[in-house]
């Protein structure tokens, strides 16, 4: 439970998407009540038996709309965004949700003398080719300015049940003969268990985390893009060739991908410039005990998670007999 000198009411942004819902499951254990602003409302209802009756509220809200911002964030003792998106739609685009978003909630946290804990990416950037990684980039560095005592997390490939990285190739895998490795494969990652980011932002917000700081989160293992496809088809026991995409091909392809109006497109140009850079954890970082670790809390395997999701999709399911069936 909540002791006197901790935040009471909790405004999560985006807490009904992959990373929100187990920050508010951390929290509502925590016995915080908790204010979850959506877009939709109604679809976030699967949040409820994660607290007790009248602990979990969902209200509507949109980063582009600073007036439902202010609304959402109006007597929280804390404010926690997780929205982020990982290809441009229509009206949200980079700029509009994790930049102009980003700096709304955080004007509007300070303006209710909040404090503020953002959800970022491993990887943000100015200077990146990359829109997604340059807006993560600019509204850090805005965020900050705003609001110094803020807590920036900044995960790597974020792993979990409902994930949108391991899911996507272990789905592949059920129809294609082979998977791509963009780029040869040899971009690095640390993929981070979804748990263990909610863990460090329910730590930000209880004030066991200093703020006006970044802090890098990754998992035990730095893992290349082949090594991550080959752990996929090991725990769904398929046979699957791995091809080399160069990158060029793949920057056709992602162009291709970015033309076509599709609710999730495969691969897009600018997610092609993410994987020519590396997704780890920075040495000064750690150095400085931005990390999981920094922060006590441990780091939770790839090996002891992916079995627990992916297993649906070996050849017969969870079923499966030993080896490699298909």
Known sequence: MTSLNQPKLVTVFGGSGFVGRHVVRALARRGYRIRVAVRRPDLAVHLQPLGG???IMAVQANLRNRESVDRA???????????????????NSFDAVQDFGA???AEAARAVGAGLTHISALGADLASDSHYAASKGRADAEILKILPSAVILRPSIVFGPEDD??????EMARFAPALPLIGGGKTRFQPVYVGDVAEAVARSVEGRVEGG???ELGGPRVMSFRECLEEVLRVTRRQRSLVSVPWGIASLIGRIGSLIPLIDPPLTADQVLLLRSDNVVSDEATSQGRTLAG????????????????ARYRPHGQFSGTGREA
């Open 213 to 215: 700081a970044i802090y």
């Open 295 to 310: 922060l006590g809390i441990p780091q939770t395997t790839v090996e002891a998670v992916l079995p627990s999701y992916l």
């Open 73 to 91: 964030v109006r007597g929280a003792d804390h404010v926690v965004n997780c929205v982020g998106i990982l290809f441009e739609s229509g009206r």
């Open 53 to 55: 009756v009248g602990q």
């Open 103 to 105: 700096r709304a909630v």
């Open 165 to 170: 990285f391991f899911n996507k190739f272990a």
